[in-house]
Structure formats: structure tokens, C-alpha cells
């Protein structure tokens, strides 16, 4: 029977490629990731079709292939681009308010909420989601893409758990 031998240098080579492919996978999974955004929702800060860089240690250390935070340290603040899981898809928004902050409504003409000095407008529907809630619970984030008429966000489906923020956009 005849065995072929590594050379010591052939060894070498693997050793280093399988070194950097474990660290590379360590990497992508909990420091840093590339993402596709396909959509417009972000539109003003973010173009349909750019690759965006996700700092996911931001936040704290997300369960890989989940939508939850294995530990987490800090939260998202108002302004901060995040990333999180909604229905099995990551999703791209804004965070527009967090856990506590008072949250003011008005359906004269126009139906809007109020946040701070920021007037975001609001269907009817999403009027109706919203209304009952003066302020964002604990532990929640309320996230909105730039392009209010073109998003899906928490005016529709309501507050994102900060448990679920996967990471902070750090380059468009």
C-alpha cells in the first residue's frame, strides 16, 4: 500500500488557510459584517443596492443565525442605523426612539407622531397601531426608515425588543 506525505511546508499552508478561515467565520459571525441592503426604506442615508459594514459586537454578542443577543452591554441611542431580525429577514432602520422616551400623537388633518422636535408622518393605520402608547416601553426601541413613505418599520408592526438588535450600521 502506498501513503502519500505532507511536505512540512504543505502543512504549513493548510495549517495557515484553515487559521484564516476560522478566524475569518469568527469574524463575520460576531465583529463585523458586509450586507446587501435591497429596498428603499433607507433611502437618504442608505441606497437601494449599497453594501453596508455592521459593527455586531455593538450592542452586545448575538446568538449566530438567531435574532437575539447571547449578552448584551449596551443599547441602541435615538439616531443610531441598527439591523435585527423581522419576519426571518435582517432589516435596516433607524432608531427614532428608545425604551422610555414619550411619544406624542396628532390626527388633525394630517395623522403624525411626534418625537422630540421630530414630526414623522403616520397612515391611518399606523395611527391606530401607535396611539395607545405615550411613551416606548422598557426595553424597546421604536426603529423607522428614512423614507417614511416607502418603509415597513415600527409603525406598522410596533417596538423592536433591544434584545433583537443585531448590530449598528458603521459605513454606508
Excluded at 453596508?52 to 449566530?64: D, K, S, T
Aim: charged share 20%; aromatic share 10%.
Amino acid at each position: 500500500m502506498y501513503q502519500t506525505q505532507l511536505s512540512p511546508s504543505a502543512k504549513s499552508i493548510i495549517k495557515v488557510i484553515s487559521i484564516g478561515l476560522i478566524a475569518g467565520l469568527f469574524l463575520k459571525l460576531f465583529v463585523i459584517d458586509f450586507l446587501h441592503v435591497s429596498g428603499t426604506s433607507m433611502e437618504g442615508a442608505i441606497k437601494d443596492g449599497s453594501v453596508i459594514a455592521v459593527n455586531r459586537l455593538a450592542y452586545g454578542i448575538a446568538v449566530p443565525y438567531s435574532d437575539r443577543l447571547l449578552i448584551q452591554w449596551n443599547r441602541p441611542k435615538v439616531g443610531d442605523i441598527v439591523i435585527y431580525m423581522y419576519n426571518n429577514k435582517i432589516v435596516v432602520k433607524r432608531c427614532a426612539a428608545v425604551s422610555e422616551q414619550s411619544l406624542e400623537y396628532s390626527a388633525n388633518s394630517l395623522y403624525n407622531l411626534k418625537i422630540g422636535d421630530k414630526n414623522i408622518p403616520l397612515t391611518k393605520e399606523q395611527y391606530f397601531n401607535l396611539k395607545d402608547c405615550s411613551k416606548v416601553p422598557e426595553g424597546y426601541i421604536l426603529a423607522i426608515g428614512d423614507n417614511y413613505e416607502k418603509s415597513v418599520d415600527s409603525r406598522d408592526y410596533g417596538f423592536v425588543s433591544v434584545r433583537n438588535v443585531l448590530g449598528k450600521v458603521i459605513c454606508r
